[in-house]
């Protein structure tokens, strides 16, 4: 008789140590990729935060530049002789001045913004307070009433337009390619010679980038030649007169 030789296959499972190597090395890759996920979405959230930034100061810029054009409209050319009765004419409510405040952090001026028929006076003021959402640059349109176009008018009523405002001299103007000293106001026999003002906004971010670990910042530039004439003073390009 032939024998017949069995072989008995045996079968070994991993050690504890290989267990714990593989579970380190799973650890290590998971946290890398969890890291990187991390890093990614916050530097999507950051770019969100960059781009929403931009928006909001583009729309402020936007606003900005449509009232802009309209200051100084209606003027008294606009309306036949005799209709406006209030002296002097710069203080009837009917008749927009053009500007009325010019400096750096401060733009004031009248016209019908808004296409309604009702001359309004807009202030645009820098509050550099750290409260309340500030820096940021506010806005007020109130309706023209009769009176000094600086001193006879009502009190502001200020809404913030855009926030996180770096720069403190926003505003500037120009008369024929010139530099115009700041600040001027409507009393001044400078105003009614400047037919440009610029306005340059710098704004950071709330979140800090991931990557660089700074605050992002971006700078808007808005440059806005005017249209309408000026009621401030007579024998210059913008006069009324």
């Known amino acids: 008789m032939q024998k017949r030789n069995s072989s008995v296959t045996s079968q070994g ?6 267990l714990m190597l593989s579970l380190v090395t799973l650890l290590v890759i998971s946290g890398s990729a969890f890291q990187l996920m991390n890093l990614a979405t916050q ?5 969100q935060t960059k781009l929403d930034l931009l928006q909001e100061g583009r729309e402020f810029m936007d606003q900005m530049s449509r009232d802009l054009r309209q200051a100084g409209y209606p003027n008294p ?9 209030v002296s002097p004419i710069a203080n009837d409510h009917r008749a927009a001045v ?11 001026f009248e016209g ?26 506010k806005r007020s349109q109130l309706p023209k009433i009769d009176g000094d176009p600086v001193a006879g008018q009502s009190t502001p009523s200020y809404q913030i337009e ?38 340059v906004l710098t704004l950071q971010s ?6 660089t670990r ?23 390009a913008m006069s009324c007169w």
């Open 98 to 108: 053009g500007l009325v405040k010019v400096d750096t952090n401060d733009l004031w």
């Open 214 to 236: 700074q605050k992002p910042l971006t700078t808007l530039v808005s440059t806005v030649k005017l249209n309408n004439c000026s009621q401030a003073t007579t024998g210059t």
């Open 13 to 18: 499972g991993f050690t504890l140590i290989e």
């Open 112 to 137: 019908d913004v808004d296409g309604s028929g009702t001359v309004s006076l807009v202030q645009y003021h820098l509050d550099t307070s750290t409260s309340n959402n500030c820096p940021c640059l």
């Open 162 to 199: 855009v926030q996180g405002v770096q720069n403190t001299a926003i505003f500037s103007a120009r008369s024929n390619g010139s530099v115009v000293g700041l600040p001027v106001t409507f009393s001044s026999s400078t105003m009614g010679s400047i037919d440009t003002v610029q306005a």
């Open 77 to 85: 050319r606009n309306f036949a002789s005799g209709v406006l009765t």
């Open 206 to 211: 709330a979140l800090v980038d991931p990557q």
């Open 43 to 47: 530097r999507s959230a950051t770019e």
